[in-house]
C-alpha cells in the first residue's frame, strides 16, 4: 500500500523504521509537527520522525493544522491508501480523515478503550495497572474511539518508568502497526468496535501535575513519580525552591531502624536519603536542586546539610 505517516516524537520513529522497511508497503510522505526550537539553545529543530524522513529522502509535510487547503490538497494528490498515526499531536478534521481510501489507523499506547487521551502510560503507571499494552485502531472524530484491529500486551514492572514502559511498546507496537497495515491490504483484518463500559480517560500531565504530596501514601509517591519520569518530571519544594525527583524505593518494615517520619521529612542516614509519606517512608534515587546537575540523594544531602525536622512539601 502507499502510506503518509503522521507522527511527530522518539516514540513513533520505531513504526516509521518498521513500514520502511516493510516490502509490501510504500512510505510516500511524512506528517509531521513544524519544527520548533529545542534544548538549552533553544535551536529551531526538525522532529525525531521528521529528521527520519529526511534521512530517507521522503517528501515530509509539516502544516500548522491538519485543515489547512493547501495541505489537504497535496495529501489528496499523493492519495495515500492509508495513514498509519503515532503521537501525531494534532487534531484531524473529517477532510482529513475521508482523504485515504482505507482511513487513518492510530497506534495508541494502551489497551482500549482503557486510558484514551495523550497520557496512556503514565496514567496506567499511577493507577497502578499490572498489564497495559498497544492498540491499533480506525481514527474516527470521537477521541481515541475507533474500531480496534489489534493489540499487544506488556506487563508493567515494579521499576518501570514512563520512558522505560513506553520504550518497549515503541518497538512491540511497531510491530503491531505493520502487521496491521498487512491485514487491511490483505482484507483480512476487520476492526471490532469498542466496549461501551471500562472507558477510562488520560489527559495531557501538566508540571502541576507531577508535583509529588508527601502525604498521599508511598505506593502513590512512587507510582506518581514514575509515571512523571523523565517527562515532565517529578518535583517537590524544598526551602523554597523546587527540587526534582526522581523514582524512589519503597522502604520495608524490616529495613525500619527509626523513629516514623511525618509526611515530606528527611532523614539522613549514611547510605540513604529518607522521606516520609502517609504510610512508611521512601528512599530517594536521584535529585536535582535549582541550578545543580542531577546527582545521587545522599551526594546533594551531604552539600546541603539538612536540618533535623527539614521536609519536602
Request: hydrophobic share 45%.
Amino acid at each position: 500500500m502507499r502510506l503518509v505517516f503522521a507522527g511527530t516524537p522518539e516514540p513513533a520513529v520505531p513504526s516509521l523504521r518498521a513500514l520502511l522497511a516493510a516490502d509490501r508497503h510504500e512510505v510516500v510522505a511524512v506528517i509531521t509537527r513544524p519544527d520548533a526550537p529545542a534544548g538549552r539553545g533553544r535551536r529551531v529543530v526538525r522532529s525525531p520522525v521528521g529528521a527520519l524522513a529526511d534521512e530517507h529522502g521522503i517528501e515530509v509535510l509539516t502544516p500548522e493544522k491538519a485543515g489547512d487547503p493547501v495541505f489537504l490538497e497535496r495529501l489528496t494528490e499523493i492519495a495515500p491508501d492509508a495513514c498509519p498515526v503515532v503521537a501525531y499531536g494534532a487534531l484531524l478534521p473529517q477532510t482529513a480523515l475521508d482523504v485515504p481510501r482505507f482511513g487513518w489507523v492510530n497506534l495508541h499506547f494502551s489497551l482500549l478503550p482503557a486510558w484514551r487521551g495523550a497520557a496512556p502510560v503514565q496514567a496506567a503507571l499511577r493507577a497502578g495497572d499490572e498489564f497495559t499494552g498497544a492498540s491499533t485502531f480506525r481514527i474516527v472524530r470521537e477521541l481515541d474511539a475507533g474500531p480496534v484491529f489489534g493489540v499487544v500486551t506488556e506487563r508493567v514492572a515494579d521499576t518501570d518508568t514512563a520512558g522505560s514502559l513506553l520504550e518497549r511498546l515503541a518497538g512491540s507496537g511497531a510491530d503491531l502497526l505493520v502487521s496491521t497495515m498487512d491485514g487491511i491490504e490483505d482484507g483480512t483484518l476487520r476492526p471490532v468496535e469498542q466496549a461501551g463500559e471500562d472507558v477510562s480517560y488520560a489527559p495531557k500531565i501538566t508540571v502541576e501535575d507531577a508535583r509529588v504530596s508527601f502525604t498521599a501514601p508511598a505506593t502513590a509517591v512512587d507510582r506518581l513519580i514514575r509515571a512523571v519520569t523523565p517527562e515532565p518530571g517529578a518535583w517537590a519544594e524544598f526551602r523554597g525552591e523546587r527540587l526534582k525527583l526522581g523514582p524512589v524505593a519503597r522502604v520495608s518494615e524490616s529495613e525500619v531502624d527509626f523513629e516514623p517520619l511525618a509526611p515530606g521529612e528527611l532523614l539522613v542516614q549514611r547510605k540513604r536519603v529518607l522521606a516520609g509519606t502517609a504510610t512508611t517512608a521512601v528512599r530517594l534515587g536521584d535529585v536535582q536542586a535549582q541550578g545543580k546537575k542531577r546527582m545521587a540523594a545522599t551526594d546533594w544531602a551531604r552539600g546541603t546539610r539538612i536540618d533535623q525536622g527539614e521536609r519536602l512539601s
